[in-house]
């Protein structure tokens, strides 16, 4: 399935630019997710991330497109989507209690592969070798970041309960833009983004439960309040909407190839935040993840000019 053209007055380049951006503003939801993991409850606290989104999104798209029901047709197929999402992030945060935002960026890098398995079940995407080599470079790269290019640990399995969850999260995280693909009706990104968030917010209303009552809020910390409204802001309202019109628009696996940035900025923002530089040995396993992006990037271009080729 040829991914849509571009929206009217934007340009490829810009849609990829959209979603570098949208990959800059995830990246810091590791370091923050990392410093208020502990805080509060991860149901309470991811309820009050995508409930914020929710309240953000609901003029906007009454502005822009009127708050229509979407029918239980469409709101089924949001829910599928919403999902992947709501495991997706809470294994993300219930993880970064025992592991470190290094750790889930690293991990976070065998999602295109992952998407690309799910593209060719649920969308035909192929599989072509660019993205099976992508699959295998990035999964070298990540398998080196976490284990710190210590053969020792990587023979003997060193991972710790933290990395294993977010790998679970990692697996529902694939599903996340196929399925966006093979559900989007046409209707503007904007209200697709609306229902999903406000599905997320109803699902983690559920998980909480009783937490969203017990939990003391008063002796919550500052910084993890304004750590929840910067994700739901930056990470949610901001790169949602850019990854899902990403995804519409040049597809799911160029889309999520720009994970593979996410070890390198989670470096950077660590080392700005004052947390210093990883080990010398861990730097090789960034720059293959890195080279798995641009051998999937360029595989997909190719693969496009090719069956331009065969329809001209």
Do not use: H
């Given at each position: 399935m040829a991914a849509p053209p571009a929206p009217r007055g934007v340009s490829t380049p810009g849609v990829h630019a959209g979603v570098f951006v949208a990959m800059f503003l995830?990246?810091?939801?590791?370091?923050?997710?990392?410093?208020?993991?502990?805080?509060?409850?991860?149901?309470?606290?991811?309820?009050?991330?995508?409930?914020?989104?929710?309240?953000?999104?609901?003029?906007?798209?009454?502005?822009?497109h009127g708050l229509a029901w979407p029918g239980w047709r469409t709101l089924a197929g949001y829910a599928a989507i919403s999902t992947s999402l709501v495991a997706f992030f809470w294994c993300m945060f219930y993880g970064l209690r025992t592991t470190s935002a290094l750790n889930t960026g690293a991990i976070s890098t065998l999602i295109p592969g992952l998407t690309a398995i799910a593209g060719a079940i649920l969308v035909g995407e192929r599989l072509g070798w660019h993205r099976l080599a992508a699959l295998g470079i990035g999964l070298v790269g990540a398998l080196w970041v976490v284990f710190r290019g210590d053969w020792d640990r990587f023979v003997a399995l060193d991972l710790n309960e933290g990395d294993l969850i977010f790998f679970a999260g990692c697996v529902a995280m694939g599903f996340y833009s196929p399925l966006v693909r093979l559900f989007h009706r046409g209707e503007p990104v904007l209200v697709m983004t609306f229902w999903i968030a406000t599905i997320n917010a109803t699902w983690f209303l559920l998980i909480a439960n009783e937490a969203l009552w017990t939990t003391a809020w008063m002796d919550v910390p500052l910084f993890a309040y304004g750590g929840?409204?910067?994700?739901?802001?930056?990470?949610?309202?901001?790169?949602?909407?850019?990854?899902?019109?990403?995804?519409?628009?040049?597809?799911?696996?160029?889309?999520?190839?720009?994970?593979?940035?996410?070890?390198?900025?989670?470096?950077?923002?660590?080392?700005?935040?004052?947390?210093?530089?990883?080990?010398?040995?861990?730097?090789?396993?960034?720059?293959?993840?890195l080279a798995a992006s641009l051998v999937i990037q360029r595989g997909e271009i190719f693969a496009g000019r090719s069956a331009d080729a065969a329809r001209s």
């Open positions: 995830i990246s810091f939801s590791y370091p923050v997710g990392e410093a208020i993991a502990n805080e509060m409850n991860t149901g309470a606290m991811l309820f009050i991330r995508f409930g914020l989104a929710m309240a953000i999104f609901a003029p906007l798209v009454a502005w822009r929840v409204v910067f994700v739901a802001i930056c990470s949610t309202v901001i790169a949602s909407f850019l990854m899902q019109w990403g995804t519409i628009t040049i597809g799911p696996t160029r889309v999520q190839a720009y994970s593979y940035l996410l070890p390198a900025l989670v470096i950077a923002i660590d080392w700005a935040l004052g947390k210093g530089l990883p080990s010398a040995l861990t730097i090789p396993g960034v720059v293959i993840v």
